[in-house]
């Protein structure tokens, strides 16, 4: 019943991994005088905004996700929609992690007439309107700030990344019953206040049980001190809600004054620069527990371990930088990228359901009861009372260990998922 | 010499034990896992005596039969089953919300799992996992509620 235009089930993962090289030379080649496949389309862009300097390992991998489902969706970068041809562009924006940037970045896609904004959420509460009124869709693919979403208010805003609201309940259902004196370390972007709601809201059920709620200073490396006041406080247990320069710089303060303390976060403990600046004491990254979406879905992993594959034949693995004690270089598996090629994906579908990107007003309509089947399997479906594309029960759990991270075993959903292959 | 003969007998005993009779990390993880796991899978059991937990008025289809509940930090989470196939379950779910005063902003049916979402006003949220897995012509299910 339902469909997987992005990779056909009797298509092999090289035949798909040949056909996306191929596209995407014709794509960067083919531009200027143009082969046939490119004669009388219309350039249509997606505009991704994301923090290509600010955090780049996740601005890289929604850049890299948009890109790869242009490929397997068009024919050389080119779809029919309608009785039209769209050659489809991808421009990549830097929102620089500044709201006011990417403001601009926004503007700037209204103004080229941009199909669709693939946004890692920062500056969303600011763009949203001006591309509503433009009718330009915002598709959210990392933040999960609970106002960025409300298909009233906001009809061209869609998101699929996990929500804060559900990253902060699954914490607490894993954390409470093990941890009685948590400590909520947060940072001051707009990614951790928006965060620290979201955990208040969760541990309503005992507020007693938060004994400190600790602010990061951005860019401040030593966290010694504030980490220090969640010992004081009795903390036994450390929810860290920050970016991965923050989550590091945690850990650094923890374990370099002995302290053992469990330490749980967001999947910004994924990010490779968590690893990367404690290179040199692995140990301390042994253990650290973050929450985010799951990668494979109920079907099984092979639609995730195909969609790896086709991203590393397209762009090569996203190397982490560190390796594991045996001498392998880590990987890390390329699920932001997923989010983004599903976004994408229900993008160029709402295009080709609209007939075109005449009418721009039906085109975000239509986008807004898009379903399709997304690289894991799942399906992402928006609806006019939806527009997230991941449910608060797909939330998992994954544990650090040698570089590495796995599934927990003590949480019913994490323990029934498969560990994802992170080493070459 | 006996003492050092006596030793190492001791310990190749010991390592024995280990190598033979112990299970490594993995097993046990995989064990504990398989248990973590079969155990939010409902194809029986006596019905639930006291409160669900659930808010008053959440839907409850004929068939349907809780058998544990409990609360996980700030969520609920309920294991039932209902007296049934997949197919039933899942339409008797659908059906039941609405006319209850929930939103349902996301189902899916698979062939052999079904997913229900449900949201009323107010903050509360949550998700009625069911699974075919049971062989006595039930339908395991697990039920999770969230409220703000």
């Given at each position: 019943m339902r469909q997987r235009p992005h990779v056909h089930p009797h298509h092999q993962?090289?035949?798909?991994?040949?056909?996306?090289?191929?596209a995407l030379c014709v794509a960067g080649c083919g531009g200027g005088a143009g082969g046939s496949s490119t004669q009388s389309s219309t350039p249509l862009t997606i505009v991704v905004n994301a923090p290509f300097t600010g955090a780049p390992s996740v601005a890289d991998a929604i850049a890299n996700g948009v890109d790869l489902a242009v490929q397997a969706r068009t024919q050389g970068g080119v779809l029919t929609a309608g009785d039209r041809r769209y050659r489809i562009k991808v421009s990549k924006l830097d929102n620089e992690l500044s709201p006011l940037q990417a403001l601009r970045n926004v503007r700037t896609a209204i103004d080229d007439h941009a199909l669709a904004v693939v946004d890692e959420g920062t500056g969303a509460d600011a763009s949203w309107s001006v591309a509503n009124a433009a009718n330009l869709p915002i598709?959210?693919?990392?933040?999960?700030?609970?106002?960025l979403i409300d298909p009233v208010k906001r009809p061209n805003v869609f998101r699929i990344a996990p929500t804060d609201r559900g990253l902060a309940f699954r914490l607490g259902e894993y954390v409470a019953p093990k941890h009685h004196k948590v400590a909520f370390l947060v940072d001051d972007t707009a990614y951790g206040t928006q965060g620290v709601k979201a955990l208040d809201k969760a541990w309503a059920f005992d507020p007693k049980q938060v004994v400190a709620h600790i602010v990061l200073p951005s860019g401040q490396t030593d966290l010694s001190p504030q980490v220090l006041r969640a010992q004081r406080a009795g903390?036994?247990?450390?929810?860290?809600?920050?970016?991965?320069?923050?989550?590091?710089?945690?850990?650094?303060?923890?374990?370099?004054?002995?302290?053992?303390?469990?330490?749980?976060t967001t999947p910004a403990g994924q990010d490779p620069i968590v690893r990367q600046q404690l290179a040199?004491?692995?140990?301390?990254?042994?253990?650290?527990?973050?929450?985010?979406?799951?990668?494979?879905?109920?079907?099984?992993?092979?639609?995730?371990?195909?969609?790896?594959q086709s991203y590393q034949?397209?762009?090569?693995?996203?190397?982490?930088?560190?390796?594991?004690?045996?001498?392998?270089?880590?990987?890390?598996?390329?699920?932001?990228?997923?989010y983004a090629y599903d976004m994408t994906q229900a993008i160029l579908a709402a295009l080709q359901t609209a007939g075109g990107a005449d009418d721009r007003a039906k085109y975000v309509r239509v986008l807004g009861t898009t379903t399709v089947e997304g690289a894991n399997g799942d399906a992402r479906s928006f609806n006019r009372r939806n527009h997230e594309g991941v449910i608060d029960d797909d939330v998992a759990f994954s544990r650090f260990h040698d570089m590495t991270f796995a599934p927990v075993k003590d949480d019913p959903l994490s323990a029934s998922l498969p560990t994802i292959t992170q080493t070459q | 010499?006996?003492?050092?003969?006596?030793?190492?007998?001791?310990?190749?005993?010991?390592?024995?034990?280990?190598?033979?009779?112990?299970?490594?990390?993995?097993?046990?993880?995989?064990e504990a896992a398989g248990k973590v796991g079969a155990s939010e899978i409902t194809c029986d059991g006596a019905a639930l005596s006291g409160d669900s937990g659930l808010a008053e008025g959440f839907p409850k289809p004929s068939g349907v039969t809780y058998v544990k509940t409990r609360q996980d930090g700030p969520t609920t989470v309920v294991n039932a089953y209902y007296e049934g196939d997949l197919d039933a379950a899942y339409s008797a779910y659908k059906d039941a919300f609405e006319p209850a005063g929930y939103d349902i902003p996301f189902n899916e049916k698979e062939e052999n799992d079904a997913e229900v979402s449900f949201e009323k006003s107010g903050g509360t949220t949550g998700l009625v996992a069911l699974k075919a897995e049971c062989d006595n012509g039930r339908t395991s299910i697990r039920i999770t509620s969230r409220s703000d």
């Open positions: 993962p090289l035949g798909l991994a040949l056909a996306v090289v191929l598709g959210i693919v990392y933040q999960g700030g609970q106002e903390a036994d247990a450390l929810i860290v809600w920050a970016r991965g320069p923050a989550i590091a710089s945690v850990l650094s303060a923890a374990r370099s004054r002995g302290w053992n303390v469990p330490v749980y040199d004491h692995p140990q301390w990254v042994d253990g650290l527990t973050f929450a985010s979406g799951r990668m494979t879905a109920e079907e099984g992993p092979a639609p995730f371990e195909q969609f790896q034949s397209a762009f090569g693995p996203d190397l982490v930088g560190v390796k594991t004690k045996d001498g392998s270089a880590v990987t890390q598996p390329p699920e932001f990228a997923m | 010499m006996k003492r050092t003969t006596g030793a190492l007998l001791l310990l190749a005993l010991v390592l024995g034990v280990a190598g033979c009779g112990g299970k490594s990390e993995s097993e046990k993880e995989a």
